[in-house]
């Protein structure tokens, strides 16, 4: 059944067809071809895949039931070239004509909100805005995080952000009476900060950290709390082409 509002993000990358209640989830990667509104950029097609090697059984032949009880990838799709493709160019396959309707129906009805509770941790780190103080100040939708190596100094940031140390982000807030400094990352002024402790439970703060520079805070996205996990956030499956359904596997068949 299709999720509820806000949830199960993983429905818009399962295959299904509407003339059938079964859905095929993926399990690698590979799935994440994107479509296009033109049907002339379309350069690849899906097929059915060659059988798992384990495969005791053609499970395209067998009732869903039986595809239920498995617990192993039993089914596959190829995608394969529609026309001669040049090295480095975007693959784009179709997603039917019901999830085309979908998402124009999701596009003018979107509010696209630009409030601050709604906006990607990434457009916050990119404002100048100060930030607020207090452990709840951007709940329910993000949390801060700082760069902390378990002592009460700022610790150094890498050249490259990119080498950065995951481990070293923690969770943090602002304390109160420090929301609007003279940030300048260049004489070292900055913001006042306690380290929390990871884990679930209440907050418990490990360190306090004076001068943290903005660059070493970050916004990270609550779990289910992104742009993408609002209610009302679109869900479609793609489309599996008609002529490659089981007819045993459309609804009402016998």
């Not at 003339?19 to 590979?30: G, M």
């Not at 071809?33 to 002339?40: R, V």
């Not at 993000?142 to 190596?149: A, F, G």
């Not at 420090?178 to 260049?186: F, K, N, T």
Request: contains cysteine; charged residues 20%; glycine residues 8%.
């Amino acid at each position: 059944a299709p999720p509820g509002p806000g949830r199960q993000l993983l429905w818009n990358y399962c295959f299904g067809h509407g003339d059938s209640a079964w859905s095929l989830c993926p399990t690698t990667h590979a799935v994440l071809i994107n479509t296009h509104a033109d049907p002339a950029n379309i350069n690849v097609k899906i097929r059915w895949g060659a059988p798992s090697p384990s495969a005791r059984k053609s499970y395209r032949l067998e009732p869903l039931e039986v595809l239920a009880a498995e617990n192993a990838t039993r089914l596959s799709f190829d995608y394969v070239a529609t026309r001669p493709l040049a090295e480095g160019e975007e693959l784009f396959v179709d997603y039917g004509a019901a999830w085309h309707a979908a998402w124009d129906a999701h596009v003018a009805t979107w509010p696209g909100d630009d409030a601050p509770a709604h906006l990607p941790a990434a457009t916050l780190d990119a404002a100048a805005a100060a930030l607020l103080p207090g452990r709840d100040a951007y709940a329910p939708h993000r949390s801060l995080v700082c760069r902390h190596d378990g002592g009460n100094a700022v610790p150094e940031l890498p050249a490259d952000p990119h080498a950065d140390d995951a481990a070293l982000w923690h969770p943090c807030a602002v304390l109160a009476g420090e929301a609007s400094p003279a940030v300048d990352d260049e004489v070292g002024e900055g913001y006042s900060v306690e380290i929390l402790a990871r884990g679930n439970g209440a907050p418990r703060a490990v360190a306090t950290v004076h001068g943290m520079p903005r660059r070493h805070l970050k916004f990270v996205d609550r779990p289910y709390a992104s742009e993408v996990h609002r209610p009302g956030a679109f869900r479609q499956r793609m489309g599996v082409p008609a002529g490659l359904v089981p007819l045993h596997w459309v609804d009402g068949y016998e």
